[in-house]
């Protein structure tokens, strides 16, 4: 019996440190959004007409290292709002995040992210850095990270 738990703790620590070291390579350029965000906007307003609409998005302005937020209403009570700046580094000009229908899409990687949830299309667990979004129900949608 002591043999068997031993060939099987020793299985599984050979197991995870494949599984670690295997993964440890795909983060080395990712980029961190440090930035704090912290604000409140009212999304039924004409100033964000956009947002006035279950499925409507738009852009705003970010403030430090964030390349600007996407911000997108999913439902009458539900929102969405990632930053702009890619997974990945990159060299490419202006290497924003964009909406192209349903999708966020990094231009310079062909990378594809679902806008209702911020998942890659692509198959690996990569996604746009996404911040907190509180709607009240009343009138204030309440973005922070």
């Avoid at 350029?29 to 499925?55: C, K, R, W």
């Avoid at 702009?84 to 062909?110: A, H, M, T, W």
Wanted: proline share 3%; charged share 15%.
């Amino acid at each position: 019996m002591k043999i068997v738990l031993r060939f099987l703790f020793a299985f599984f620590t050979v197991l995870m440190t494949i599984f670690a070291v295997s993964c440890s390579n795909k983060l080395d350029n990712q980029i961190d959004v440090a930035t704090h965000i912290d604000f409140e906007i009212n999304p039924n307003s004409m100033e964000y007409q956009e947002l006035n609409v279950t499925g409507g998005w738009m852009y705003l302005t970010g403030s430090g290292d964030s390349y600007g937020i996407i911000v997108y209403r999913v439902t009458d009570m539900d929102f969405m709002a990632y930053d702009r700046k890619p997974f990945y580094n990159s060299s490419c000009p202006d290497n924003r995040l964009k909406v192209e229908g349903l999708f966020i899409v990094d231009q310079c990687n062909g990378w594809n992210y679902s806008i209702l949830n911020g998942m890659n299309m692509n198959g690996d667990g990569t996604h746009p850095y996404w911040y907190y979004a509180e709607y009240d129900g009343g009138g204030i949608l309440h973005i922070h990270n």
